[in-house]
């Protein structure tokens, strides 16, 4: 009887479920673009002034069109990678970070962003997937809910 045999199965069982997580949250994504905004982020489309709803860490977003429906995004979680940019390895490839939908991006000429990009991402969010000094103005990105 082999007595290492349950921690091998045990091994197998997480490299499986690892496996599992990044089969899931690396290609089965929808595609889109982000650009960035800076304080002051306040007062939001979904909160107003109220800073209860931010996630600490300040992984957090202001919804396009695309993904606003219409109020009920606020809240809602996507994860996001840097697939790509114009600049060649401005993305931080390896990252996916888990951000919260705390604002709507507006429609122009008040929009955060010149760019009819999918979200726009907190300075903190982006700098974490992206070099921010090397990076486009909006960059492609992959985001999963
Ligand atoms: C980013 O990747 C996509 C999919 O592979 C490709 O179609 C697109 O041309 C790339 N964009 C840039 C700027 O490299
Ligand atoms: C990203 O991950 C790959 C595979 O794990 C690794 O080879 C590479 O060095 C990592 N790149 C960065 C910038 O951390
Ligand atoms: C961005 O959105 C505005 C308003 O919806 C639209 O007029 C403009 O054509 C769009 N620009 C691009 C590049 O899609
Ligand atoms: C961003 O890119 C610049 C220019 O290539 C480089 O000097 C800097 O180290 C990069 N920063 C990060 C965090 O990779």
Request: hydrophobic share 35%; charged share 10%.
């Amino acid at each position: 009887m082999n007595r290492s045999q349950p921690q091998l199965q045990w091994l197998f069982l997480k490299l499986f479920l690892v496996s599992l997580f990044f089969h899931f949250h690396t290609s089965y994504g929808d595609v889109g673009t982000a650009a960035q905004y800076s304080s002051p982020y306040f007062p939001t489309a979904c909160y107003g002034s109220d800073a209860s709803n931010f996630p600490s860490g300040n992984f957090f977003a202001a919804a396009g069109d695309g993904i606003w429906d219409n109020g009920a995004a606020c809240g809602r979680q996507y994860f996001v990678r840097c697939i790509n940019d114009s600049t060649p390895d401005a993305c931080n490839q390896n990252q996916t970070i888990l951000i919260t939908i705390v604002d709507y991006m507006g429609q122009p000429p008040f929009a955060h962003s010149t760019y009819n990009t999918t979200m726009v991402l907190s300075n903190t969010a982006f700098e974490t997937i992206a070099n921010s000094s090397t990076a486009s103005s909006y960059i492609n990105i992959e985001f999963e809910r």
